[in-house]
């Protein structure tokens, strides 16, 4: 009953009396439905007709050819193993029938194609291979779909696309924007337990929350994004508050740049980027694996991962993930105890594919929080340990429980319906997520501040929409038609107290009794989206134009029930972007113009005099122009973009948060991913960012830098497979941030750093298992630093800690 609501308040975001930001926008909305419509039916004709795809799919070998074609055409193909071992297909570029490009892979190979209907093919060796073929039908293979996710790219760090929200799945070098996707692989390797911390290797990613914390928010391109501001499988509002732990993800994707017609708005409105998770999902082979952590001090953890398919064509799948740890953390004194449960069911039918996730993520942290403080003037004094306990009677206390459902149906061959939607429930509590701290002097001494905060976050999401491909003439057209709504009710409730303290001898912590909760906010976000993208020239073109009309309704209540805040406004935003290929050589440019809609700012710094307020939504807008060149073991991005948003700017006389001009960042990025050589591999790139406050209040802020964007930052990961000893793999990753400005003003600033982070990796068997054992440092050259900024407050950073695994694969 509950997605009914959502659904019908997506589809009276076209029909609402609202106050407009941009014109009529019920005129505008029943435009987009009738776009649509008429797109529809005018795709009836074609689809009597087989279908022509866009394929681009280089000569390699057979196998890896024959599943790019299964993604690029929806087709299904059934073959032994066997018949296609040891041999290359021939290259295919541009429209064809999906029968004549497989006719055109599988020339001179010898290979017979027998269609079965319903757009699946079984292929058939001659004589000798046809006879093994049949005798070997119970280990046949049978290719992904359009629908299953990009493989991964050389080397197996990142992956070779990703999802676009509404676009789906998309090829990097088809995608007009820089985006990211980090695979499980990776995700294992680094040893990582939150997104956070998978993030680090994006030259545009920083977390702006020291490590150790609840709380993990980040900077993407300059604008901070807060930990709940997640996707999950394109789908807003889903995620754990706090923090997401990665044991129940496959991969971590990040599209740069505001993705408002992508994915619809988030509940606080991430700017510079969306960041999506991928769940886990049943893999055609039996997963058993355990894996066995410690971390320094003394954090002892587990993680069992067990994966089957079963049922007619192995079409039915579930995967279960259970993690728990419990011991110290980096600060002396501060424990955790997290335990974290999942379970992922789905259906890959022929027509209809099914999903539904289960987690439940507790996590409790007792004795110690990390620092976060300003400073009383330009003398900024030195970090301090940051082992050092600065809030010794510290506590928090957070669980989280979402359960996700989606459906999609085909149609036809060419028209998909789909449906997704979930609900979570979150719960936090404790005394301090951060140790916040104020005006710190030179020598240490400074204001510190406890805080005890109560919140709950109760969130319903539901998507929906129908997309399709047909073709006028020459050009193809792939066309979505979407509506989504996201509503979330809410409460959270600061109480504090200060004393006086010092940065290297902390005194000793005044208690704060945690007050009771109240509603303090409901937020409804819903949108109607049409997107088209149209391929032309071989898909040496691609153009996608889009409209989202986006709707947002935010109310603030007080104590006494009483609404402070009422917001119910709307607006149509565009977006067009286009890759073009103009030569025959791997080399993609891209361009974007994207707009969005995003729920006005909150005060979310709980040491605010105004903590919690609303304010009115905003709008903001990125270009971007970009060039993508791959190698096959190579992958470089490079982009030139601009986006602006309002600021809040905190007044430090008043302590308070106010709308005040905008903040526009410019920049220009490099990114590199894949294969150096065989045996080394390498991730990372740079950043340049020039990001300045505009549009100021009487323009006394005009020109002044953003707080907390260097003007650099910068990573270089290596991987090297050593030739003396097999299986043995090193590992380094050096971070490089520059000077942040910590007041609007420019008159304080933290220096630049730079961290070095080392590992290694080793591949056995034992008992006929394959086991991997991994050891990671992260810092270790132990340097100090204050590593980022959030809202005029500098954070500690990382200090040396070490992280130790064996996992076994039964």
């Given at each position: 009953m509950k997605s009914f609501h959502l659904w019908r308040a997506a589809v009276s975001t076209a029909m609402s009396p609202a106050q407009p930001l941009l014109g009529n926008r019920p005129t505008l909305a029943n435009s987009l439905v009738a776009s649509a419509l008429c797109a529809i039916a005018a795709m009836q004709p074609v689809i009597a007709q087989e279908s022509q795809h866009s394929f681009t799919i280089p000569a390699q070998t057979l196998s890896s050819a024959l599943q790019a074609f299964s993604q690029q055409s929806g087709s299904q193909l059934l073959f032994s193993d066997s018949i296609v071992e040891g041999k290359q297909s021939t290259a295919v570029t541009g429209t064809y029938t999906a029968y004549a490009a497989l006719e055109k892979i599988l020339a001179g190979s010898n290979i017979q194609i027998v269609p079965s209907g319903n757009n699946i093919y079984t292929l058939r060796g001659n004589t000798a291979d046809s006879?093994?073929?049949?005798?070997?039908?119970?280990?046949?293979?049978?290719?992904?779909?359009?629908?299953?996710?990009?493989?991964?790219?050389a080397g197996g760090q990142i992956a070779s696309g990703s999802r676009l929200g509404l676009l789906g799945n998309k090829d990097v070098m088809d995608t007009p924007f820089s985006t990211t996707?980090?695979?499980?692989?990776?995700?294992?390797?680094?040893?990582?337990?939150?997104?956070?911390?998978?993030?680090?290797?994006?030259?545009?990613?920083?977390?702006?929350?020291?490590?150790?914390?609840?709380?993990?928010?980040?900077?993407?391109?300059?604008?901070?994004?807060?930990?709940?501001?997640?996707?999950?499988?394109?789908?807003?509002?889903?995620?754990?508050?706090?923090?997401?732990?990665?044991?129940?993800?496959?991969?971590?994707?990040?599209i740069k740049g505001p993705g408002a017609l992508l994915t619809g708005m988030s509940i606080s409105g991430s700017i510079g980027g969306v960041i999506n998770l991928v769940p886990k999902r049943a893999t055609d082979d039996p997963i058993t694996r355990f894996t066995a952590t410690l971390k320094s001090d003394s954090n002892v953890g587990g993680h069992i991962d067990l994966g089957r398919r079963f049922g007619e064509d192995q079409s039915f799948g579930i995967r279960v993930n259970a993690a728990k740890a419990h011991g110290d953390l980096d600060i002396d004194g501060q424990k955790e105890d997290r335990t974290l449960g999942s379970v992922a069911l789905d259906y890959q039918g022929e027509r209809l594919r099914a999903s539904l996730d289960l987690y439940d993520i507790r996590e409790k942290q007792r004795g110690g929080a990390p620092l976060l403080t300003s400073f009383a003037s330009s003398d900024i004094p030195r970090p301090p340990d940051p082992t050092l306990n600065q809030l010794t009677n510290a506590y928090s206390n957070s669980s989280s429980k979402a359960i996700i459902g989606s459906v999609e149906y085909d149609l036809t061959d060419q028209w998909t319906a789909f449906i997704m939607g979930g609900t979570k429930r979150q719960k936090g509590s404790g005394y301090l997520n951060n140790a916040f701290g104020q005006r710190a002097q030179p020598n240490g001494d400074f204001t510190a501040l406890g805080m005890a905060i109560n919140n709950y976050f109760d969130v319903n999401a539901v998507d929906l929409g129908i997309r399709g491909d047909f073709s006028t003439g020459s050009i193809n057209h792939n066309v979505v038609?979407?509506?989504?709504?996201?509503?979330?009710?809410?409460?959270?409730?600061?109480?504090?107290?200060?004393?006086?303290?010092?940065?290297?001898?902390?005194?000793?912590?005044?208690?704060?009794?945690?007050?009771?909760?109240?509603?303090?906010?409901?937020?409804?976000?819903?949108?109607?989206?049409l997107a088209d993208t149209l391929s032309a020239l071989d898909d040496r073109v691609l153009l996608t134009l889009g409209m989202r009309l986006q709707r947002v309704q935010q109310k603030g209540f007080n104590a006494a029930g009483q609404?402070?805040?009422?917001?119910?406004?709307?607006?149509?935003?565009?977006?067009?972007?286009v890759v073009v290929k103009p030569w025959e050589a791997p080399i993609s440019l891209y361009a974007n113009y994207i707009e969005g809609l995003s729920q006005g700012g909150t005060v979310s710094d709980?040491?605010?005099?105004?903590?919690?307020?609303?304010?009115?939504?905003?709008?903001?807008?990125?270009?971007?122009?970009?060039?993508?060149?791959?190698?096959?073991?190579?992958?470089?991005?490079?982009?030139?973009?601009?986006?602006?948003?309002?600021?809040?700017?905190?007044?430090?006389?008043?302590?308070?948060?106010?709308?005040?001009?905008?903040?526009?960042?410019?920049?220009?990025?490099?990114?590199?991913?894949?294969?150096?050589?065989?045996?080394?591999?390498?991730?990372?790139?740079?950043?340049?960012?020039?990001?300045?406050?505009?549009?100021?209040?009487g323009g006394l802020l005009n020109g002044k830098k953003a707080i907390g964007v260097p003007r650099w930052n910068s990573t270089l990961g290596l991987e090297w497979d050593t030739p003396w000893v097999n299986n043995l793999t090193l590992s380094a990753s050096a971070l490089y941030s520059g000077s942040q400005w910590v007041d609007v003003q420019n008159t304080q600033k933290i220096p630049s750093w730079t961290r070095l982070d080392l590992g290694l990796r080793y591949v056995t068997k034992i008992a006929s298992n394959k086991v991997t054992?991994?050891?990671?440092?992260?810092?270790?050259?132990?340097?100090?630093?204050?590593?980022?900024?959030?809202?005029g407050s500098a954070s500690i950073g990382a200090p040396r800690s070490f992280r130790l695994s064996m996992q076994i694969d039964f």
């Open positions: 006879e093994s073929a049949a005798t070997t039908l119970g280990v046949v293979t049978v290719t992904g779909t359009k629908h299953a996710m990009p493989a991964a790219y996707s980090f695979t499980s692989e990776y995700i294992e390797n680094q040893q990582a337990t939150s997104v956070a911390e998978v993030l680090r290797n994006d030259p545009a990613v920083r977390s702006v929350f020291p490590q150790g914390g609840v709380g993990e928010h980040t900077y993407v391109r300059g604008f901070w994004t807060q930990s709940h501001e997640l996707a999950w499988n394109g789908l807003f509002g889903l995620v754990p508050h706090n923090r997401t732990s990665t044991e129940l993800l496959d991969r971590v994707e990040i038609l979407s509506a989504n709504a996201i509503a979330q009710k809410s409460g959270a409730v600061a109480a504090s107290k200060a004393w006086q303290s010092n940065l290297y001898n902390p005194a000793t912590p005044l208690d704060v009794a945690e007050p009771d909760v109240y509603k303090t906010g409901e937020t409804t976000l819903s949108s109607v989206a609404v402070t805040d009422n917001y119910d406004e709307q607006a149509l935003t565009p977006a067009i972007a709980a040491s605010a005099a105004n903590y919690g307020e609303m304010f009115a939504p905003y709008k903001t807008k990125q270009y971007e122009v970009g060039l993508k060149w791959d190698t096959d073991t190579l992958l470089n991005t490079i982009s030139f973009f601009q986006i602006a948003k309002p600021s809040l700017i905190k007044n430090a006389a008043t302590n308070s948060y106010s709308p005040d001009g905008e903040q526009r960042n410019r920049g220009i990025e490099w990114a590199i991913a894949g294969e150096l050589h065989p045996r080394l591999r390498v991730l990372g790139g740079v950043v340049y960012t020039d990001a300045v406050a505009t549009k100021s209040n054992f991994r050891a990671n440092v992260i810092n270790a050259t132990d340097k100090r630093y204050w590593s980022s900024v959030w809202n």
